[in-house]
């Protein structure tokens, strides 16, 4: 199953990683024959075991969606099933590919498909008996205690997606906001304590029989180089952008200083987690209105007012997505799409709403999951999310191994950097927005930090949550280390302190879903610097002349040409080839990023002279 969320993988695929299904009825012949030592032998093994997923993910993607769209304790029993003998063909392929990739002169296609099946699995299992289940049973329950986790607002309980939406609810006290983070993470993380530890000693078992220092080293060998110099090139990348982040840092810090007072928030060091609208300071966009310019803040339009004046409809905001893609060049999406896809939340049943974009048969039954609703989130949504499914049909010729982004970064950078062409100008184009009504350079500022309040605040985030696992994993970070260990990385990365002491046997990073629920989280840390390079790439292909943040694309079918000729590569080459194609490039570069936002920090160093700067 190749499916893909806007925030998340979803659950099977997030243990799993994508390529790491198996066929339940396959012929005897094909799932459990052993093909000789040689490299004949590799190849053939690959191509049994290509066909044998390629045949049970069309099913397990069948049953998946009807348990998304339909959730009954039927569905919930037919999709824990299907993941189950997913769970043990991943295994077992992993094991077996790790043992042919040790034969000398095997092909160069069949060692790098070899090394996805290797790779294919997130949480390895040793072959000790029971070592499986008890990591099975370890992981479910670890989501199951994230997924039922409840915190407290004015001393009463209040579920996950609730007391989210509360923390970045403007209208509370700093000591509410305390009360609410606190509750979280003590309620939440600190009880998965022991069987995290547990989780990771088993994991790390698994990864050494498939060959791996240990399972971070293993995550960090999906990226076509050394997990070491994969570690290298993020610190870098954050180094680049560590300039931008710290003007970001500095300015915010002194309007909460202003608004709260020194008593809550200093005027110099760290700024206190909670007080940045979001529970785990990872984007700050939702407090926006406390930081805006004077004057530049108002863009002067909401597209979904826009959407609203005109009369749109769901529907009609996919259509509006769609004809983005087209206007490049691609083929429509097929009648299947339309008649297949889930728009809005139906009235008769219960439907996991959060977005999603999936690729049932692996060839041309795309769809996406959405319960849509007309504003200016859902309306960026879907451009995202159209961009997997034009990803996935731009690969479905390759072999099944391929089935998938050059890395786990590119799949979120194509929806994200067609998300970033909601431009005004784009506006204009497709008839929304009036030119008159166009905001002018005045108004580029406020734009452009209420960009950064997400894109750029989240970077040194999205690098810390694995860097905190990478030494879980190798033993640098003991179990009596793991909440000392967390809180420093996000003071030593982020600049951010928890807004009460934390004992050291809490577990807070328990209290952030893709712990608990083992989803690596760098491929959003490189999404953040993709979306900008393909970006700008496509901006200079289209010979745009204006300040970069304004671009738009739309129409250019040169753009679309380079594009496709990276997306229906896939996997089937290293990921620095893929960007190649399209970027003129073969190294990841924050440099278009800081491009994007370059006036921001012209005018954030123009604010923040005079005021202490770091932590």
Same mark, same amino acid.
């Given at each position: 199953?190749? =499916?893909?969320?806007?925030?998340?993988?979803?659950?099977?695929? $997030?243990?799993?990683?994508?390529?790491? *299904?198996?066929?339940?009825?396959?012929?005897?012949?094909?799932?459990?024959?052993? *093909?000789?030592?040689?490299?004949?032998?590799?190849? /053939?093994?690959?191509?049994?075991?290509?066909?044998?997923?390629?045949?049970?993910?069309?099913?397990?993607?069948?049953?998946?969606?009807?348990?998304?769209?339909?959730?009954?304790?039927?569905?919930?029993?037919?999709?824990?099933?299907?993941?189950?003998?997913?769970?043990? #063909?991943?295994?077992?392929? +992993?094991?077996?590919?790790?043992? @042919? +990739?040790?034969?000398?002169?095997?092909?160069?296609?069949?060692?790098?498909?070899?090394?996805? =099946?290797?790779?294919?699995?997130?949480?390895?299992?040793?072959?000790?008996?029971?070592?499986?289940?008890?990591?099975?049973?370890?992981?479910?329950?670890?989501?199951?205690?994230?997924?039922?986790?409840?915190?407290?607002?004015?001393?009463?309980?209040?579920?996950?997606?609730?007391?989210? +939406?509360?923390?970045?609810? &403007?209208?509370?006290?700093?000591?509410?906001?305390?009360?609410?983070?606190?509750?979280?993470?003590?309620?939440?993380?600190?009880?998965?304590?022991?069987?995290?530890?547990?989780?990771?000693?088993?994991?790390?078992?698994?990864?050494?029989?498939?060959?791996?220092?240990?399972?971070?080293?293993?995550?960090?060998?999906?990226?076509?180089?050394?997990?070491?110099?994969?570690?290298?090139?993020?610190?870098?990348?954050?180094?680049?952008?560590?300039?931008?982040?710290?003007?970001?840092?500095?300015?915010?810090?002194?309007?909460?200083?202003?608004?709260?007072?020194?008593?809550?928030?200093?005027?110099?060091?760290?700024?206190?987690?909670?007080?940045?609208?979001?529970?785990? +300071?990872?984007?700050?966009?939702?407090?926006?209105?406390?930081?805006?310019?004077?004057?530049?803040?108002?863009?002067?339009?909401?597209?979904?007012?826009?959407?609203? $004046?005109?009369?749109?409809?769901?529907?009609?905001?996919?259509?509006?997505?769609?004809?983005?893609?087209?206007?490049?060049?691609?083929?429509?999406?097929?009648?299947?799409?339309?008649?297949?896809?889930?728009?809005?939340?139906?009235?008769?049943?219960?439907?996991?709403?959060?977005?999603?974009?999936?690729?049932?048969?692996?060839?041309?039954?795309?769809?996406?999951?959405?319960?849509?609703? !007309?504003?200016?989130?859902?309306?960026?949504?879907?451009?995202?999310?159209?961009?997997?499914?034009?990803?996935?049909?731009?690969?479905?010729?390759?072999?099944?191994?391929?089935?998938?982004?050059?890395?786990?970064?590119?799949?979120?950078?194509?929806?994200?950097?067609?998300? =970033?062409?909601?431009?005004?100008?784009?506006?204009?184009?497709?008839?929304?927005?009036?030119?008159?009504?166009?905001?002018?350079?005045?108004?580029?500022?406020?734009?452009?930090?209420?960009?950064?309040?997400?894109?750029?605040?989240?970077?040194?985030?999205?690098?810390?949550?694995? #860097?905190?696992?990478?030494?879980?994993? /190798?033993?640098?970070?003991?179990?009596?280390?793991?909440?000392?260990?967390?809180?420093?990385?996000?003071?030593?990365?982020?600049?951010?302190?928890?807004?009460?002491?934390?004992?050291?046997?809490?577990?807070?990073?328990?209290?952030?879903?893709?712990?608990?629920?083992?989803?690596?989280?760098?491929?959003?840390?490189?999404?953040?610097?993709?979306?900008?390079?393909?970006?700008?790439?496509?901006?200079?292909?289209?010979?745009?002349?204006?300040?970069?943040?304004?671009?738009?694309? @739309?129409?250019?079918?040169?753009?679309?040409?380079?594009?496709?000729?990276?997306?229906?590569?896939?996997?089937?080459?290293?990921?620095?080839?893929?960007?190649? !194609?399209?970027?003129?490039?073969?190294?990841?570069?924050?440099?278009?990023? &800081? /491009? @994007?936002?370059?006036?921001?920090?012209?005018?954030?160093?123009?604010?923040?002279?005079?005021?202490?700067?770091?932590?």
């Amino acid at each position: 199953m190749k =499916l893909l969320a806007s925030a998340a993988l979803l659950a099977l695929a $997030a243990n799993l990683a994508t390529p790491a *299904f198996a066929a339940e009825d396959a012929p005897a012949t094909e799932a459990k024959a052993e *093909f000789p030592m040689t490299p004949q032998g590799a190849a /053939d093994f690959v191509a049994a075991a290509e066909k044998d997923l390629f045949d049970y993910s069309v099913d397990a993607s069948r049953i998946a969606w009807v348990n998304a769209t339909y959730i009954t304790p039927d569905t919930d029993a037919l999709a824990a099933q299907s993941g189950a003998v997913g769970t043990e #063909k991943a295994v077992r392929y +992993a094991l077996q590919a790790a043992r @042919y +990739a040790r034969v000398k002169g095997l092909d160069p296609d069949v060692a790098r498909k070899l090394d996805i =099946l290797r790779n294919g699995i997130v949480l390895p299992a040793p072959t000790t008996p029971g070592a499986a289940a008890e990591l099975n049973t370890i992981a479910t329950d670890l989501q199951s205690q994230y997924g039922k986790g409840k915190g407290t607002l004015d001393g009463k309980a209040i579920s996950g997606s609730d007391i989210e +939406a509360e923390m970045g609810n &403007l209208d509370h006290t700093p000591a509410e906001y305390a009360e609410m983070w606190k509750s979280w993470h003590d309620n939440v993380g600190a009880p998965m304590k022991d069987d995290y530890a547990r989780l990771v000693t088993i994991a790390n078992e698994g990864a050494k029989e498939l060959g791996f220092a240990d399972a971070g080293a293993m995550w960090r060998s999906n990226y076509d180089m050394d997990p070491d110099q994969f570690a290298a090139t993020t610190e870098r990348l954050w180094e680049e952008m560590k300039p931008l982040y710290l003007a970001l840092h500095t300015y915010v810090r002194t309007r909460l200083n202003e608004k709260y007072g020194d008593a809550v928030q200093p005027a110099s060091g760290p700024i206190r987690a909670d007080l940045l609208g979001n529970m785990w +300071a990872q984007e700050w966009g939702n407090i926006y209105p406390l930081v805006a310019p004077p004057g530049a803040g108002d863009l002067g339009y909401d597209i979904g007012d826009l959407l609203k $004046a005109q009369g749109k409809q769901p529907l009609d905001m996919v259509k509006t997505g769609e004809g983005f893609y087209s206007s490049l060049g691609f083929e429509k999406l097929p009648e299947t799409f339309w008649e297949r896809s889930l728009f809005v939340k139906p009235a008769d049943r219960e439907v996991v709403c959060h977005a999603s974009a999936w690729d049932v048969d692996n060839k041309d039954d795309i769809r996406i999951k959405m319960c849509i609703k !007309v504003n200016a989130d859902d309306f960026v949504t879907i451009h995202h999310e159209l961009g997997h499914n034009y990803y996935q049909r731009a690969y479905k010729e390759q072999p099944y191994l391929y089935l998938n982004g050059a890395n786990d970064g590119f799949h979120e950078a194509i929806g994200d950097f067609i998300a =970033l062409s909601i431009t005004p100008e784009y506006l204009v184009q497709i008839g929304l927005l009036d030119r008159s009504q166009v905001p002018s350079a005045d108004k580029d500022i406020g734009l452009l930090l209420r960009q950064a309040m997400d894109k750029v605040a989240f970077l040194p985030f999205g690098l810390l949550v694995d #860097k905190w696992r990478w030494g879980v994993f /190798d033993g640098s970070i003991s179990p009596a280390q793991y909440n000392t260990a967390w809180v420093d990385l996000k003071r030593e990365y982020q600049g951010i302190v928890p807004p009460v002491e934390r004992p050291a046997d809490a577990f807070d990073p328990g209290a952030k879903y893709h712990i608990p629920g083992n989803t690596p989280y760098m491929r959003y840390f490189l999404a953040r610097i993709l979306q900008f390079q393909f970006y700008k790439a496509a901006c200079e292909q289209a010979g745009w002349k204006g300040p970069l943040h304004r671009c738009s694309f @739309y129409g250019n079918k040169q753009v679309g040409e380079k594009l496709n000729a990276m997306l229906e590569m896939g996997a089937s080459k290293p990921w620095p080839e893929a960007l190649e !194609v399209f970027t003129g490039s073969r190294e990841l570069s924050a440099k278009p990023m &800081l /491009d @994007y936002f370059a006036p921001l920090k012209k005018w954030l160093d123009e604010q923040n002279k005079g005021k202490p700067s770091g932590w």
